[in-house]
């Protein structure tokens, strides 16, 4: 929460973004009308339940949306530049090298006919310039390809360089694919849900590591996860996502400790404590609503324990002191 | 098989598995025929003995790989145990035939891991969940509609639903189906195999409560199979940690979560992320992926990621230890 004072200079700010996608069913709008920002250094832990669209919310910033799907409107500005509707050639500079982004499931994020090693050389090669063509340029590569093998902690770097994804555990392909996005030194680092298909030993392995870099590299970093555990504990500020909307933000000890919005307060009270074995779980009833044509009114209406005559007008997003943010007409009040 | 009426009853444990062993072959084709050596056998469940009383839930924690599903498997005998035994209500059914084993699978039921792979989607609701009733009783799809109708509306669906395919539901919803199937025939037992882990936090809040509601109605017993100890911390009374085929450590729920002994207990219950504690506590954290089930390391186990490993560890393998009442532990540091 330090990192405050950079407010004027965020690495990556989001502004009123939508992105749909055309279905023969209807317009699903996947991300509609997402505010956020990272600054530098500092961490964004972004929670949602799957279909909340925090996923597409950071491909469009990745460029990664595929066709038919669209970014509507709104502005990504990262590191003082407008990325939206970049040339494709631009954004590859940028992809891998300033921005990158581990992939939710790493087996199938690797290639599994090229060995990690060769994987992670051609994403150096890529993108240092000094690499171009001067001889000896895939042994540099490798050089430090082995090294930041090394400094995710993979044991016998030199060796295991050689073999392919396959040949390694979940844990350590996870490790791959954030030395793969460490390995130009980004500026920024979005982990799409680095540790939903790991065991908790080996989560809380891959969580602390993303963290070390951040801290030795000086790195900003974004984690998605649907676990607001993992987030709680590993980010500064934390991002609650619902229905392609924002809902709540603000640093991670005071959302917890004092949610503001029904859908977050309902999350928190839907999962075991194992500080306190007797105390009920409260499950929110229903389901999320249905992305195509969503509502005009507040998105999480059907499901509030709170339903009052103005939640069925569009809700905007109330700004407190703090620097929290919330989309409900109660303002925390009730909860 | 007509299992007899016995006065002692309530003193027969509902289920008994005493030395349960599976062990994998996993030489494949040519080299199973030629190959003499025995070397190549994963012992998936190794000598688990435990007892379930009729009514209480017991819960099943262990990291992917550890034999958790496999021994879930066994109980039901879905897999052939390799050695070893296990009791229904005081009766061996380690060895029954064909016939015998569907009449103990009426009142020994399975609730799925993946409700998205375990409906199939060419059936209707109704098909899915009235077949247990086909396969038992003999009825015909338009005999069994009010039953199904019935437990439809007890797991929370509606009986519009009925001729909706799989496809049509979300992932809660599914698990309801998977739910409605596994008690239409009004089991005593039912082995939930990870019930949750498939759906989003605020469902799986929706399930667990469903799953203990239904407990008290139908006066079940439940085996519940999870990697996340939160989960099983909620739902059951006794609980085993299981590491690479053995149970490390059993007893009340209590006993595990508050006051864990084997080193690994400890060190899972720690890695599970607390909302509540944001702060990172300094603690003994597990190094290195579990070894490879193929080559389990010789004496206990655990000695390869253990914190407190000590001489003896590597050559002799711990008994289990009786700390007090119900609470056991396998490790050299309490013998």
Known sequence: M??????????????????QFPTRQGLVCAVDGVNLEVNRGESLGVV?????????????????????????????????QEIIGLPDADYRQLRGKSIAMTMQDALTAL???????????????????????????????????????????????????????????????????????????????????????????????????????KKSLGMSVVIISHDIGVVAQNCEKIAIMYAGQVIEIGPSKSVIHKPKHPYTSGLLRSIPNLSKLDQRITPIKGNM???????????????????????????????????RSVRCVHNGIGL | MTFKEDKKMPIIPIIEVKNLLKKFDIRQGISKIISKSNGNNVFAVNGVTFKIQKGKTIGLIGESGCGKTTLGRCILRLQEPTSGKIYFKGNDITKLNEDKLKRFRRSNQIIFQDPYASLNPRQTVKQIVSLPLKIHEGLSIKQSHSRVENILHRVGLQSTQMQSYPHQFSGGQRQRIGIARSLILNPEFVVCDEPVSALDVSIQ???????????EDFSLTYFFISHDISVVGYIADYIMVMYLGEIVESGTKNNIIN?????????????????????KKKRNKLKFDPPSPLYPPPGCKFQTRC?????????????????????YVACHLYS
């Open chain 1, 2 to 19: 330090e990192k405050f004072q950079h407010n004027q200079n965020p690495i990556l700010s989001i502004k009123n973004l939508r992105t």
């Open chain 1, 48 to 80: 949602g339940e799957s279909g909340s669209g925090k996923s597409v919310t950071f491909l469009s910033v990745m460029g990664l949306i595929r066709q038919p799907g669209k970014i509507v409107s709104g502005s990504i500005i990262f590191d003082g």
């Open chain 1, 111 to 213: 290639n599994p006919a090229l060995t990690v090693g060769s994987q992670i050389v051609e994403t150096i090669l890529n993108h240092d310039k000094s690499f171009f063509q001067s001889p000896g340029s895939y042994r540099r590569a490798k050089e430090q390809a082995i090294e930041i093998m090394r400094l995710v902690s993979i044991p016998d770097a030199h060796i295991r360089f050689q073999e392919y994804p396959h040949q390694f555990s979940g844990g350590m392909r996870q490790r791959i694919m954030i030395a793969t996005a460490l390995a130009c030194r980004p500026k920024l680092l979005i982990a799409d849900e680095p540790t939903t298909a790991l065991d908790v030993t080996i989560q809380e392995q891959i969580l602390d590591l993303i963290d070390g870099m």
């Open chain 1, 289 to 323: 609503p249905n992305p195509i044509n969503p509502p005009g009114h507040c998105r999480f209406l059907e499901r509030c324990s709170l339903p009052i005559e103005s939640c069925k007008s569009p809700i905007k997003m109330y700004h407190f002191g703090n620097s």
């Open chain 2, 205 to 215: 809040a929706q399930i667990l409560e469903l799953l203990i509601e239904l407990k």
């Open chain 2, 259 to 279: 006051n864990p002994k084997h080193p690994y207990t400890k060190a899972l219950i720690a890695a599970v992320p607390r909302v509540d504690g944001i702060s």
């Open chain 2, 307 to 327: 914190s407190e490993v000590m001489k003896t560890c590597k050559t002799v393998v711990p008994e289990n230890f009786k700390l007090e009442g119900d609470h």
